[in-house]
């Protein structure tokens, strides 16, 4: 132990330990994706739910009830099923940093390892939609670009604007934008419809169909600026105030000089 | 031969053949004075130019019509989608033209600045009294210009029919529809038959390039004509009266000014569409009634009007089997009609309310016309909470409000926020008027301190120069009017309730404080 | 009036002040080589733009910090035709400034009104004038021309009436008939009540022949959003409730207000907003307004099931869908 604390003070200690980190949590994680690819046999798999259970005891169960039947400030989480849990603490949303309008997305408080034991007890209370597969995602090869996009303004432009930018809905609660969004996030929001978004069913908009809007999102997040700095895809409000400050503030600024004396 | 020679031989030519040489010889030495602020309707001329040659380029390939085609451009995640013409043909300037996205975004800016240096300029000739004898005509057709404007600006947000442009027009629809008794009618004959039908877009592209700019050019002809034979009207200062006019002549330093700024405008609005993005339509999609952006909002000249529209209240009339739309008429049409007219009469009621019927070439500093000032405050406080409350989705999402409070906010703002504009401008610009006179009176601070033999200490006041004393007090002060409730027989004189309405503003209006005059600075000399 | 206060003296236009061009030819010659510098610089400019149009492909992209990834081929031409402008602006801007002459020139301006002799006369014109056309007098004629001028501003009018059909009864009709199966929008697929989950949305339109030749006009009206919650969610009149199948209920899509597509269903607070100008409404008091403009609430579509359990419109809607005009009768 000494011979360690000798070295804490080193000038290396620090990105070493940082490396030390990154290969630890490279490791997990590898492990982890792992797990999920290979056949979990049922042994594990109960392994896991108990563990999921033990952190929803600590860090879910004060909102959302001991055996995650709902209370006055949280829905039932009976029955959302694993893709719900996945994408509400894979973004980070739960657990609620607090209780404001909305759950915002930010760093995740639990690890890949954590989430997936967490989805798989929520899972196993009730039947819900699952998370979806790696092959189950391949919207490179299943999607359609256009075909998405034309969904996307049919369901989801009214919300997250017509680039997927994000958009105001009422009592200052909001669509977030959707650019840098996983893939797989994307498509268990579709399938659970968290907060104020709804759900979008299978039978309505179909795998392929979701997988085309997910296409079309990556490639609006893709799409370089073809004509000039975005302005943030907002629409006319973020041009009029260019035209103005940046514009006619030029102009002035000309006319000014113009119609100053030389020396 | 040098240039100045041959450039001579080309004035006789044309003088033998016009005759022109009188009147040119007469306006080539024509005076026009310089002030950053006379260039805000030249940025507007100059825009208008730019559109019309932008403009003309787009032409060339966009194809007004919304007949159904499936797009086979180059933008891949529009590809296969079913689209009006119209729509694809703006895909085809924006991509497969090449310099063609480059000139929608000039025209689209131009467009923009167009506005902007419209209302900029109206604002400095309504705060310095331009528009009073003999220009009141000339400002009547400067709105009538900042009306065609409007409407040639939002045809021309409409043309490329993507979703945005399809949710103006739908708009748009449904105030026309909401007209009583013929509005339904005259949608039916505007868009030839069913909303959105297939004959709206080549209609209004008829408007767009040859009606509208037509009547633009006929009006900005006219505008320029009376500017010309008027002349241009000038701040005071030293040297400068109601009779005569301070500058460089025309030909060549005023001439080349102005041709040089036309570039700047023209550059200015280029460089804007190299480096800012500005209606990318192929992002939005084609149009169609079932779909909507979220934050969809109007260019920023339309903006005010859609902030009203937000904010009206849900009334509506429902009697005899008839429906009124109060919450479309009343914010769409009843408040921009009366504040068009107002603003176009005026230069008459302002020379009711003074009395003045004299011609004014020297234009007012806006502190000394503390009513007029205030009134033009209180409008443009009117625009911006509106124009605010039309980007509140915008303002909500950007500044973690809610739509709701911005909503509210500005329903109340409406009311509360213009009167107090009025009110806080006035003050304003008679402590400006206290502090001119101050300034006057007893010179600048210098800054400097000196100390009295007694032990006290002054600030060292430096007198200003015999031109500033001269600027400071050249305006006039007329005091208000007369008007006798009786007339001389001891006789109530008819429209005595206007008359008391008149002197009343009369006497506001005047309100200011006293100017110095020789006699103040000789009281304070004695002392 | 109060004796004649006596204002501060005009002390006239302030002296001429020489610039350093004027006094001194290396200064002179000095602008004249910044304006050529100015004009050089423009020259440049057009080389950017001709060499961006020929050379840069229009697939190139260079990162610019602030401004992201830019299309090379779009910023050379933007920039190099800016500048070209733009420089020709400055130099000719600077030339006049520096080189040409600066000295203020007096110009007297003359009263715009005419010596009293000419309007009298001007005056006396026009009144002779109207007195020998018996404009005063003849009243007929004058009665009868202005009668006349009035109707002839009918025939333009008149020949505009070809512009559009008469709205009829259309404004009032969609294609939603008894028994109309709703579909998907887009796919056209019909759906099953079973295939929504609870907070589930669909926009669906009705079923027809040829979906692939849909007319824009009839989405226009036909445009419906379909929101299931749980039935006891509902806070309904009889009549509407009996117009939901199982939680679901089908409202208009276009606003009630000026028809925009009003589809940002909000699922836990389960309120519709329009995007347009805000309007809310409550979807389990059957769309009433909550908030903003819009005085009415959506149309609800009474829908049920077939056998096979495919939603269908019980009957069309029983009032005018999306904004409100003049023949709208609706107490």
Redesign the interface.
């Known amino acids: 132990m000494k011979r360690i604390s000798r070295y804490r003070r080193h000038k290396a200690a620090g990105p070493f330990l940082l490396l030390l980190a990154l290969l630890a949590i490279g490791t997990t994680f590898s492990v982890a994706s792992a797990t999920t690819a290979a056949e979990t046999t049922s042994a594990d798999r109960s392994l896991q739910i108990e563990e999921g259970r033990q952190i929803f005891l600590k860090g879910c169960s004060s909102c959302h009830g001991l055996n995650a039947e709902g209370a006055q400030i949280a829905p039932s989480l009976i029955g959302v099923g694993a893709a719900s849990v996945d994408f509400q603490v894979g973004t980070g949303r739960m657990p609620m940093a607090d209780m404001s309008t909305q759950a915002m997305r930010k760093e995740p408080l639990y690890n890949a390892e954590e989430t997936a034991a967490l989805a798989a007890y929520v899972a196993s209370l009730a039947p819900g939609p699952a998370i979806p597969g790696e092959s189950e995602l391949n919207f490179e090869r299943d999607g359609s670009t256009a075909e998405g996009g034309e969904l996307f303004r049919n369901n989801c432009a009214m919300c997250h604007n017509f680039a997927g930018q994000g958009g105001a809905l009422s009592q200052g609660k909001y669509a977030p934008t959707l650019m840098g969004v996983e893939p797989r996030h994307i498509y268990e929001a579709m399938v659970t419809g968290p907060q104020s978004m709804p759900v979008f069913s299978d039978k309505t908009i179909t795998p392929e169909e979701k997988l085309s809007i997910i296409k079309w999102i990556k490639s609006a997040e893709k799409e370089p600026n073809l004509g000039g700095a975005s302005l943030g895809r907002v629409g006319p409000v973020t041009e009029g105030l260019l035209g103005w400050v940046l514009g006619l503030g030029i102009l002035i600024g000309v006319a000014v000089w113009l119609a100053m004396k030389a020396r | 031969m040098t240039v100045e020679a041959r450039l001579g031989s080309v004035a006789n030519y044309v003088d033998e053949r016009t005759g022109a040489a009188a009147w040119m010889k007469k306006n080539l030495?024509?005076?026009f004075p310089?002030?950053?602020?006379?260039?805000?309707g030249e940025?507007a001329l100059y825009s208008f130019v730019i559109l019309l040659l932008s403009g003309t380029f787009l032409t060339f390939w966009f194809d007004p019509s919304q007949r159904e085609v499936v797009y086979e451009g180059s933008y891949?995640?529009?590809?296969?989608?079913k689209m009006s013409a119209a729509y694809a043909s703006a895909l085809h300037i924006?991509f497969e033209v090449?310099?063609g996205?480059?000139m929608r975004?000039i025209h689209?800016?131009a467009a923009?600045?167009f506005m902007?240096?419209i209302v900029?300029h109206m604002m400095r000739v309504f705060f310095t009294g331009a528009f009073r004898k003999?220009r009141e005509g000339n400002w009547i057709i400067g709105i009538g210009l900042l009306t065609l404007g409007i409407v040639e600006g939002f045809l021309g947000y409409s043309l490329p029919d993507d979703?945005?442009s399809g949710?103006g027009i739908?708009?748009a629809?449904?105030?026309i529809?909401?007209?009583?008794?013929?509005?339904?009618?005259l949608?039916?004959?505007?868009?030839?038959?069913?909303?959105?039908?297939e004959?709206f877009i080549p209609r209004i592209y008829t408007v767009h390039v040859l009606l509208l700019p037509g009547a633009f050019l006929a009006l900005i002809t006219a505008h320029l004509m009376l500017v010309w034979y008027?002349?241009h009207t000038q701040y005071p200062g030293?040297?400068?009266?109601?009779?005569?006019?301070?500058?460089?002549?025309l030909m060549?330093?005023?001439m080349?000014?102005a041709?040089?700024?036309?570039?700047?405008?023209?550059?200015?609005?280029?460089?804007?569409?190299?480096?800012?993005?500005?209606?990318?339509i192929?992002?939005?999609?084609p149009?169609?009634?079932?779909?909507?952006?979220?934050?969809?909002?109007?260019?920023?000249?339309m903006?005010w009007l859609?902030g009203l529209?937000?904010?009206?209240?849900?009334?509506?009339t429902?009697a005899f089997?008839?429906?009124?739309?109060w919450?479309?008429l009343v914010?769409g049409l009843i408040i921009p009609g009366i504040l068009f007219t107002g603003m176009a009469l005026y230069p008459f009621i302002e020379s009711w309310i003074t009395g003045d019927k004299r011609?004014h070439?020297l234009l007012d500093r806006p502190r000394n016309a503390p009513n007029r000032t205030a009134l033009g405050a209180m409008s443009l406080t009117f625009v911006m909470v509106t124009l605010i409350n039309g980007?509140?989705?915008?303002?909500?999402?950007h500044f973690?409000?809610?739509?709701?409070?911005i909503?509210w906010g500005t329903r109340f703002g409406v009311f509360i926020l213009p009167p107090l504009a009025f009110v806080i401008t006035k003050r304003l610009c008679l402590s400006l008027q206290r502090a001119d006179r101050e300034l006057?009176l007893h010179g600048r601070e210098t800054g400097t301190l000196l100390r009295l033999p007694h032990g006290e200490f002054v600030e060292v006041h430096e007198p200003i120069s015999?031109?500033k004393?001269?600027l400071l007090?050249?305006h006039e002060q007329a005091p208000p009017l007369e008007l006798p409730e009786v007339d001389g027989r001891g006789v109530k004189r008819a429209g005595a309730l206007r008359n008391k309405l008149r002197s009343r503003m009369s006497v506001a209006n005047a309100e200011a404080i006293p100017?110095?005059?020789?006699?103040d600075?000789k009281e304070i000399e004695h002392h | 009036m109060s004796n004649e206060i006596e204002a501060i003296k005009d002390p006239g236009l302030p002296a001429h002040v020489h610039r350093k061009a004027d006094t001194d030819s290396a200064a002179a010659d000095r602008a004249e080589r910044q304006v050529a510098i100015l004009f050089g610089i423009s020259a440049l400019g057009t080389a950017l733009l001709i060499v961006s149009y020929i050379f840069i492909p229009d697939d190139v992209f260079i990162f610019i910090p602030v401004m992201g990834n830019q299309n090379a081929h779009q910023l050379g031409l933007g920039l190099g035709m800016a500048i070209s402008l733009f420089f020709i602006g400055m130099g000719a801007i600077h030339w006049a400034k520096t080189l040409m002459p600066d000295t203020e020139v007096v110009a007297q301006r003359h009263e715009f009104r005419s010596p009293d002799s000419d309007r009298k006369e001007f005056v006396e014109a026009v009144k002779s004038g109207a007195g020998a056309a018996g404009l005063g007098r003849r009243s007929l004629i004058k009665k009868s021309l202005g009668a006349a001028l009035g109707l002839s501003a009918l025939s333009p009018l008149l020949l505009l009436r070809d512009l559009g059909p008469l709205p009829e009864k259309e404004l009032e009709k969609t294609t939603w008939k008894s028994g109309t199966y709703l579909v998907t929008d887009p796919g056209n697929r019909r759906i099953k009540a079973s295939d929504l989950e609870v907070g589930a949305v669909a926009q669906v339109l009705p079923e027809i022949e040829d979906p692939e030749h849909r007319k824009l006009s009839d989405i226009a009206k036909d445009a419906v959003l379909l929101i299931r919650l749980r039935p006891q969610e509902f806070n309904l009149e009889a009549n509407k409730l009996a117009m939901t199948h199982d939680g679901i209920i089908a409202f208009s899509k276009i606003c009630s207000h000026m028809g925009c597509a009003v589809a940002l269903y909000e699922q836990q607070t389960k309120h519709l907003l329009c995007p347009c100008h805000q309007s809310t409404f409550d979807v389990t008091r059957g769309a009433k307004v909550i908030f903003g403009p819009s005085a009415r609430p959506l149309p609800q579509l009474d829908i049920t099931i077939d056998q096979e359990g495919y939603l269908v419109a019980r009957q069309p809607f029983s009032e005018p869908v999306g904004p409100s005009f003049w023949e709208r009768n609706s107490q």
């Open positions: 030495q024509k005076v310089d002030h950053w602020s006379f260039l805000l940025v891949e995640p529009l590809e296969g989608i924006s090449r310099g996205l480059l975004q689209h800016w923009l600045i902007a240096a900029a003999p979703l945005l949710t739908r708009i629809e449904a105030i529809q909401a007209l009583p008794v013929v509005g339904s009618y949608a039916y004959f505007a868009f030839g038959g069913a909303f959105p039908g004959s008027q002349k030293p040297g400068r009266t109601e009779k005569n006019v301070v500058g460089y002549p060549p330093t005023y080349a000014k041709g040089g700024f036309f570039f700047i405008v023209f550059g200015v609005t280029a460089f804007l569409a190299a480096v800012a993005s500005i209606n990318p192929w992002l939005y999609g149009y169609t009634p079932g779909q909507i952006s979220a934050g969809s909002q109007p260019d920023w000249y903006g859609d529209v937000r904010m009206a209240p849900p009334i509506e429902h089997g008839h429906t009124i739309s919450n479309i914010p011609e070439h980007g509140n989705d915008i303002i909500a999402t973690d409000l809610s739509i709701n409070q909503m006057v015999p031109e004393a001269f007090t050249s100017k110095v005059s020789v006699n600075l």
